[in-house]
């Protein structure tokens, strides 16, 4: 776990590294990573600095830092690998990557294997049941694991998943364990409805980008294709 108090991780983009060390963060060579060093209540008057802070330590954040948040049953084919161009796609989670500085926007760490992974920000009205981009940003493997509870419990990753959900938002086990059914009690009922509709508008108004021609039928096969996975590995769990 990266992060203790006193040597804070900053999410700086490499074309903003001189306001970073002008501000007076510290350069670490061999981690390739902006450090704060000097506490976090010198924070709140150092307005660079306070923009490259992840989540978990920005003075006007409250937990949860992060929660799972599922995407309802019937939309889980609207991710946008499956319904924009690849280097579209590409394009717009390299972005969000080089924003944070390939740093996780809400606890600051990297994964071992690879630094960061990109997470779509969905918003939900469940008044009218639509799914809504609100924006795509950067986090470490372990955040993004606690953003998709429902595949980290059909992966085996539950307990490790807890003990992250808890130890980010300084929880208790149980307090972690009543989010996580209140996040699924939620699923279950966003999911018990089948006329959601996702509008990803974000992404043309930002990037400019449009979803691919065919988009509504790779949407159905990819979200087919994921209640099949997500099926055998609930009766795996069975046998
Ligand atoms: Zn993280």
């Not at 019937?74 to 944070?100: M, P, Q």
């Not at 694991?145 to 539950?158: D, F, I, L, P, Q």
Request: charged fraction near 25%; glycine fraction near 8%.
């Amino acid at each position: 776990m990266t992060g203790a108090q006193g040597s804070i991780p900053l999410c700086v983009p490499r074309d903003r590294a001189k306001q970073a060390a002008g501000a007076g963060a510290r350069w670490d060579r061999v981690q390739r990573c902006f450090f704060w060093d000097t506490g976090i209540a010198d924070i709140a008057e150092n307005a660079p600095v306070l923009a490259f802070l992840p989540f978990r330590f920005r003075p006007d954040r409250r937990p949860p830092y992060v929660r799972p948040w599922m995407v309802p049953q019937s939309l889980w084919g609207w991710n946008l690998r499956a319904v924009l161009h690849r280097e579209d796609w590409d394009r717009i989670r390299r972005d969000a990557y080089r924003r944070a500085g390939y740093r996780c926007r809400i606890c600051g760490g990297i994964g071992p294997a690879h630094p960061v992974e990109a997470d779509e920000g969905w918003a939900y009205d469940d008044t009218r049941f639509v799914q809504v981009l609100r924006g795509v940003i950067a986090l470490c493997p372990d955040c993004h694991a606690v953003r998709h509870w429902g595949r980290s419990m059909a992966t085996g990753k539950e307990q490790h998943v807890l003990r992250w959900l808890a130890w980010i938002n300084g929880w208790t086990p149980a307090q972690a364990r009543a989010c996580a059914d209140e996040a699924m009690a939620l699923w279950h009922w966003r999911s018990g409805h089948t006329g959601w509709t996702c509008d990803i508008g974000w992404v043309e108004k930002v990037f400019g980008v449009q979803p691919v021609a065919d988009a509504m039928v790779r949407a159905a096969a990819t979200q087919q294709g994921l209640v099949a996975l997500a099926r055998q590995s609930r009766d795996g769990e069975m046998r």
